[in-house]
């Protein structure tokens, strides 16, 4: 295969150059003395009150509504919040994780004395209930759909509008989410459902994302430690067109909730 030639790189780079305002094309590379975050940005150390603070300012930014509680009132003011929630925006069924921290909290019970199912990410044999689910009818299906063929813990959660989960890590300073999937932790339930519902502590958050990937990758020494999947959420989920116009929601919940546990 016969390699092609370059014609009129130097006029094209002396173009670009004249309009950047420099007199002749710089003949050497540009220094780069920073390799991932500089020195000055890693030895921030904020405190826990100015991470939440910070992570609340970007979340609301992005439309999101925050919650912060303390331990002690936590069982009874989230599932309050989150019961009000579902029902100023008509959710009928509710996705969730199978994590410890979400169990104690009692949600399920909120849940089901308001009249609105809940579907924990927990798979079952063939033809058995789901473990915790609610007796409350689920929508079928449309007939001939292709969900059909797909797992029948799927095929439920893809029919709850809103999904709760318990981060691995908050990011302060982008207001990020940082998911992990797991068996009981299904990326479905923040990916399929209109809105996302996330409880984390306040000792998850931290100040930059490199510092959650430190600790996400910290011990592992082969792909197969690591999750399948690793999602970040930052507020709901945006999408433009090549004329830039914005759709919310295309892609993933388009309302964001968080709850911060002081």
Known sequence: MNKGTIQGREAFIANLSSRLGRRAVQQT???????????????????????IELFIESWQALTG??????????????????????KELG????????????????????????????VPWAEAEAGEPIPGETVRTVPPLPEGSVWTKRSELLQRTERCQLGVVWPDYAVANTSTLVLQ????????????????FAVFRADQLVYRMGEAL???????ASPEQY???????????????IENDLTIGIHGPGKVYAVIIK
Do not use: M
Not at 99 to 111: I, M, P, Q, S, V
Not at 181 to 196: E, F, H, K, M
């Open 29 to 51: 590379a540009p220094a780069h003395p920073y390799c991932g975050a500089p020195d000055f940005y890693k030895a921030l150390r904020p405190t826990t009150e100015e991470k």
């Open 65 to 86: 509504k925050v919650l912060v509680v303390e331990e002690a009132e936590a069982k009874e003011k989230i599932a309050a919040w989150l019961v009000e929630t579902a």
């Open 91 to 118: 959710v009928t069924h509710v996705s969730r994780w199978e994590h410890e921290g979400l169990k104690t909290l009692g949600l399920d019970a909120a849940l089901i004395e308001a009249g609105i199912g809940v």
């Open 181 to 196: 999937c797991a068996p009981d932790r299904g990326r479905s339930v923040s990916l399929l459902t209109q809105i996302l």
């Open 214 to 220: 430190t600790e996400i990758t910290k011990g592992k």
């Open 227 to 241: 999750a399948s999947s690793l999602n970040l959420i930052t507020g709901p989920s945006r999408s433009a067109d």
